[in-house]
Structure formats: structure tokens, C-alpha cells
């Protein structure tokens, strides 16, 4: 849950330290000891700290979230989202946001089974809720599907039916909703 922050905070910290010292090692230049250069510098990053983690983060999320295009899974360089999509995806439309993602793609049903079940299979014994208490293969309403995607503006699925990957102990893992008429999968995924 906290991931998005690090990097900025990461980022952060490395500029203002540097430029504590920068601004450290050129006191004399300005007639300052570097002691009181340091003190004051210090002052400075401390109240520049949250305002500064702030922006960069700004800056990073435009980068790292919002809405993405791919032909295949192997475009795909954020491997919080690749864990969840089928090798065999095509077309794929991804809104990234910082607790999970989206995903609209085209995948023959055979392929998507094929894969989750190798899922099931490896992670299966660890997940929270155990498959066959999840009603995977059954019928969904579109209604009922329609709140998670509705902002994305992709086509409402006309008969899709809901397929779950292995459910993580704090809530991670995916919701896969499959429209055999058009070979579409719309998903939504979570992870912490």
C-alpha cells in the first residue's frame, strides 16, 4: 500500500542531502563556517522535505499511472501488472493506478482457463479463499460489473462470466470477467 511513496521519498531524501552538502562544502566561498552552513542547509531540507516529496511524486505518478496502450504482455515493463496478465493477451488497454490496475484485452477462453489454472496451481495452497468457494465460471450481471469499469468508457460485456486468481492474505489478487461472444477480458486487480 505504501510503494508509490517510496521512490519519491527515495528521490527526495537523495536531493536534499546532496544539497545540504553541496551547500555545506561551498560555505567559505560565500564567508560562512561550514557549520553554520550545514545547520542552516539542514533547517532548509527538513521544511523542504514534504513539499519537495510532493512534487516529485507529482511528477513520477504522471509517468507511472493513468491509462496505457500495448500490442502483447511482453510491453508490458511493470511487473506489479505482468503477474496478472495471460502470456497470450492481446490488444491490451491498462489504467494503472497505485493500489492496482485495470486491464481490457483479447484472449481465447481456453488460453485464459489455461492460465489460471497454472496459477491455481502454483500459488493455490496460499491463497485466502480457496478456489472452489470463489464460483469461478459462473454467469455475472453486467450491472454488477459495470461500477468498476463504467469510468473507463470501454463496451459493457454482454454475457461475461467471473474467474479469480489466487486471493492474498491482506486482499491482493484479480477478478477476471470473460465475454466468450467477443473473447474480451476485462479484470480488475489489487495488491498492497
Not at 37 to 57: D, H, Q, V, Y
Not at 140 to 145: A, E, G, P, Q
Request: charged content about 20%; hydrophobic content about 45%; glycine content about 6%.
Amino acid at each position: 500500500m505504501l510503494w508509490p511513496l517510496v521512490l519519491p521519498f527515495q528521490i527526495t531524501i537523495s536531493l536534499l542531502t546532496a544539497l545540504v552538502a553541496l551547500l555545506t562544502a561551498l560555505a567559505p566561498i560565500v564567508k560562512w563556517k561550514r557549520s553554520k552552513m550545514f545547520g542552516i542547509s539542514l533547517a532548509f531540507g527538513c521544511l523542504a522535505l514534504i513539499p519537495s516529496c510532493m512534487g516529485i511524486m507529482a511528477i513520477l505518478d504522471s509517468q507511472r499511472f493513468g491509462t496505457f496502450q500495448y500490442n502483447s504482455v511482453s510491453e508490458v515493463n511493470d511487473f506489479r501488472v505482468a503477474r496478472y496478465l495471460p502470456a497470450k493477451a492481446r490488444n491490451i488497454s491498462l489504467k494503472k493506478f497505485p493500489a492496482g490496475h485495470c486491464a481490457k484485452y483479447s484472449i481465447s477462453k481456453a488460453d485464459l482457463l489455461s492460465y489460471l489454472d497454472a496459477l491455481w496451481d502454483k500459488y493455490g495452497q496460499h491463497s485466502a479463499i480457496p478456489r472452489d468457494q470463489l464460483h469461478d465460471g459462473e454467469p455475472v450481471s453486467v450491472d454488477s460489473i459495470d461500477h468498476v469499469f463504467a469510468d473507463l468508457k470501454w463496451p459493457a460485456l454482454k454475457n461475461p462470466i467471473q474467474l479469480h486468481s489466487p486471493i492474498e492474505n491482506d486482499g491482493g489478487g484479480a477478478t477476471y470477467y470473460f465475454d466468450a461472444t467477443t473473447d474480451t477480458v476485462y479484470h480488475r486487480a489489487g495488491y498492497w
